[in-house]
């Protein structure tokens, strides 16, 4: 038996309220409590017989004294400790009756999601955070697209999307000097370019995030970044996804989930297959293979955080060459 069969199993409804402002609201945990001091974001244990929603209106009027009214699942997250798992199955609160108030001499704070860092967190909490501040979309680069075609077609990808520049055919230099025109572009159409080269460039150029692939991923021994800027990994499979995880990888790209015409014929996982490494994933996994916008809805009933894709998004270039 090893360490993660022996480890109890905890399942919490997390629950962050949050204000017409994009305020979230954190808790301090009291004295007399496991982690004393540290902060979090409220919600607590599923009893027998609960589900999650449940817990999460039972919990938030019994810690603060709110109702809630309606709450959209944002995702499931696993924290693992030396003695413990912990599942946060995570909600997003933006209607409820009453004024957050200490019940349990909780000190309660409304901060911003960029902010947590500022706070002696759970290591949960960075999870919870990354997710809240995460696009529900994750446009990929075309193979052949041209710089000219790339900086113009900004314009027409969803904003405040991510973007990854994936662009395998260029050599280092190339695609530093793409990299940096891409990165300035972004900014302007509030779109985060995410790279796949070396880690340390998103630092030096200002970038939102590092891709890993598969194999950057096998050679890794810890985080690439410091949080607040994404690092996000393909996987195709249970290992890889665990992998990730244990980097503290913010998000995976799970693929192939359908068909697509960069790889027809391809072995592919089906939404079915997609939802059975979801729902074990811990972490918000994206969809990637054979779907657009448009399988948003599908996406999430199948546990999807959000979709990645390349040709959905590029379909005039894609049409013209």
Same mark, same amino acid.
């Given at each position: 038996?090893?360490?993660?069969?022996?480890?109890?199993?905890?399942?919490?409804?997390?629950?962050?309220?949050?204000?017409?402002?994009?305020?979230?609201?954190?808790?301090?945990?009291p004295a007399g409590k496991?982690?004393?001091?540290?902060?979090?974001?409220?919600?607590?244990?599923?009893?027998?017989?609960?589900?999650?929603?449940?817990?999460?209106?039972?919990?938030?009027?019994?810690?603060?004294?709110?109702?809630?009214?309606?709450?959209?699942?944002?995702?499931?997250?696993?924290?693992?400790?030396?003695d413990r798992r912990v599942?946060?199955?995570?909600?997003?609160?933006?209607?409820?009756?009453?004024?957050?108030?200490?019940?349990?001499?909780?000190?309660?704070?409304?901060?911003?999601?960029?902010?947590?860092?500022?706070?002696?967190?759970?290591?949960?909490?960075?999870?919870?955070?990354?997710?809240?501040?995460?696009?529900?979309?994750?446009?990929?680069?075309?193979?052949?697209?041209?710089?000219?075609?790339?900086?113009?077609?900004?314009?027409?990808?969803?904003?405040?999307?991510?973007?990854?520049?994936?662009?395998?055919?260029?050599?280092?230099?190339?695609?530093?000097?793409?990299?940096?025109?891409?990165?300035?572009?972004?900014?302007?159409?509030?779109? @985060?370019? =995410?790279?796949?080269? !070396?880690?340390?460039?998103?630092?030096?150029? %200002? $970038?939102? *995030?590092?891709? #890993?692939?598969?194999?950057?991923?096998?050679?890794?021994?810890?985080?690439?970044?410091?949080?607040?800027?994404?690092?996000?990994?393909?996987?195709?499979?249970?290992?890889?996804?665990?992998?990730?995880?244990?980097?503290?990888?913010?998000?995976?790209?799970?693929?192939?989930?359908?068909?697509?015409?960069?790889?027809?014929?391809?072995?592919?996982?089906?939404?079915?297959?997609?939802?059975?490494?979801?729902?074990?994933?811990?972490?918000?996994?994206?969809?990637? @293979?054979? =779907?657009?916008?448009? !399988?948003?809805?599908?996406?999430?009933?199948? %546990? $999807?955080? *959000?979709?990645? #894709?390349?040709?959905?998004?590029?379909?005039?270039?894609?049409?013209?060459?």
């Amino acid at each position: 038996m090893n360490v993660d069969d022996a480890r109890p199993v905890i399942r919490v409804a997390c629950g962050v309220l949050m204000r017409a402002s994009g305020e979230v609201l954190i808790a301090q945990r009291p004295a007399g409590k496991l982690a004393a001091g540290k902060w979090e974001f409220p919600g607590g244990k599923l009893e027998a017989g609960e589900t999650a929603y449940q817990a999460l209106v039972r919990e938030l009027d019994e810690e603060l004294g709110v109702q809630v009214r309606t709450a959209q699942w944002l995702t499931n997250l696993r924290q693992d400790y030396a003695d413990r798992r912990v599942w946060l199955d995570t909600w997003r609160v933006e209607s409820f009756d009453g004024e957050p108030q200490s019940r349990e001499g909780q000190r309660l704070a409304w901060i911003a999601p960029s902010q947590v860092a500022q706070f002696d967190v759970l290591p949960s909490c960075w999870r919870v955070a990354a997710a809240l501040q995460l696009p529900r979309e994750y446009v990929f680069t075309p193979p052949q697209i041209s710089a000219q075609e790339l900086l113009q077609g900004l314009r027409d990808l969803p904003p405040a999307c991510l973007l990854r520049l994936r662009l395998p055919a260029l050599d280092d230099n190339a695609y530093l000097i793409l990299a940096k025109q891409l990165i300035a572009a972004g900014r302007e159409h509030h779109i @985060g370019i =995410v790279l796949d080269r !070396d880690p340390a460039q998103v630092i030096e150029l %200002g $970038a939102a *995030g590092w891709h #890993a692939t598969t194999q950057n991923l096998a050679r890794l021994q810890q985080r690439p970044l410091l949080q607040g800027c994404w690092f996000l990994a393909s996987a195709h499979d249970a290992a890889e996804i665990n992998a990730a995880h244990a980097l503290g990888a913010d998000a995976v790209v799970i693929a192939p989930v359908q068909n697509t015409a960069t790889h027809p014929g391809a072995a592919t996982l089906g939404w079915d297959g997609f939802a059975a490494l979801t729902s074990n994933a811990g972490l918000p996994a994206y969809a990637l @293979g054979g =779907v657009g916008a448009e !399988d948003l809805p599908r996406a999430s009933r199948h %546990g $999807a955080f *959000g979709i990645a #894709a390349i040709s959905a998004y590029w379909p005039k270039l894609l049409q013209i060459k």
